[in-house]
């Protein structure tokens, strides 16, 4: 039962051992993983809607405008109105899109978004799974959605959704390297893949303090992964529509919808897991922390989207190769000689 311990403090060992009694052991282990599963995807709409109205409002705030403000008291019920709105849409498929391709690529883009939270720790005890190889796992996954977007666009049957595609391929491909660059520092410096103990080796200092070049190249990277602005080449509207969803409507919209921001939480959140020590603080419930930071993170992401504007595709492949990649690199060198020393003094 260990890998299904305490799932959001609702299914522990004692429910566990309990329902372990009442069915086979196999049945009890499958039961408690779905329940965690559905409460981890209910927690992940909440967030997502959360994020939606944040976003809005933040960003109407920097802006000197109020944000929206007509469904809801200060429009808290508008993000409930953008589902049952793209719920409510027509499902349009182009005449010229191939009918496979074009239904896949929505949820090979959504699935890997949902995955990657199947091994961060939201609090102590509180993850689906804590796999050994838990950060090599949310960068195997995190490469999937590549994929459904290259399909998305080329599916779609239109020139702009192509180019779109094509950018959001050579974008997330570029950037992955100094993103996994970045983190290699942390595990170096714990030595252990799971998320759970690079948390727990921060109960005294984070890992920011001793790896903040890794957590700046990590941010910058992960907004690039997740096509945000200023890097959100692939969507740009002023050249390509919409880029790669531009014939999504409807439901299949939403899913595209839903995973880009699933992808902005998760790269917050694995910043928190890594970089800010997780769940770990006083007097708060450890839960509340994790979430503190992360949404703190997030918040980050709205403010550089209301800052800066967006780049050329020449500046942004450049700022990757030529800037990233090299101080990532040399964090890291410089990262394996101070543990080296280390350890050579203790040992």
Not at 57 to 72: E, F, H, K, T, Y
Not at 156 to 175: E, P
Request: contains cysteine; proline residues 6%.
């Amino acid at each position: 039962m260990d890998s299904i311990n305490g799932i959001f403090g609702i299914v522990n060992d004692a429910i566990a051992r309990g329902l372990a009694g009442l069915m086979p052991g196999w049945a009890a282990t499958g039961l408690t993983t779905l329940l965690g599963v559905v409460l981890v995807v209910l927690v992940l709409v909440a967030v997502v809607m959360s994020q939606v109205y944040l976003e809005r409002r933040v960003l109407g705030r920097m802006q000197d405008r109020w944000g929206p403000n007509r469904v809801g008291k200060w429009g808290l019920l508008q993000p409930v109105a953008d589902v049952i709105k793209l719920l409510m849409k027509e499902d349009i498929r182009p005449n010229t899109a191939d009918p496979v391709v074009f239904f896949l690529a929505p949820i090979i883009v959504l699935v890997p978004a949902l995955l990657v939270y199947a091994v961060i720790p939201f609090g102590a005890g509180m993850a689906v799974a804590d796999l050994n190889i838990g950060l090599l796992f949310i960068l195997a996954v995190a490469t999937i959605p590549t994929i459904g977007i290259v399909l998305a666009g080329w599916g779609s049957g239109n020139k702009y959704t192509v180019l779109g595609g094509m950018r959001a391929a050579a974008q997330m491909v570029s950037f992955e390297v100094p993103l996994v660059l970045a983190l290699i520092g942390p595990v170096v410096i714990v030595g252990s893949l799971s998320m759970v103990d690079i948390v727990k080796a921060q109960a005294t200092v984070p890992l920011l303090l001793l790896q903040p070049v890794a957590f700046l190249v990590y941010l910058v990277a992960g907004i690039a992964e997740i096509n945000r602005s200023p890097f959100d080449m692939p969507e740009a509207e002023s050249e390509l529509v919409a880029g790669y969803h531009t014939e999504y409507s409807g439901i299949r919209f939403a899913l595209l919808f839903l995973a880009e921001y699933l992808n902005a939480f998760a790269v917050s959140s694995i910043a928190a897991t890594v970089f800010l020590g997780g769940w770990q603080g006083p007097i708060l419930p450890p839960f509340i922390w994790f979430f503190l930071k992360a949404y703190l993170l997030f918040l980050a992401m709205i403010w550089v989207r209301a800052t800066l504007p967006r780049l050329r595709v020449d500046q942004l492949m450049a700022f990757c190769w030529k800037f990233l990649v090299p101080v990532s690199l040399a964090n890291l060198v410089a990262t394996c000689i101070g543990v080296s020393i280390y350890q050579a003094m203790v040992g």
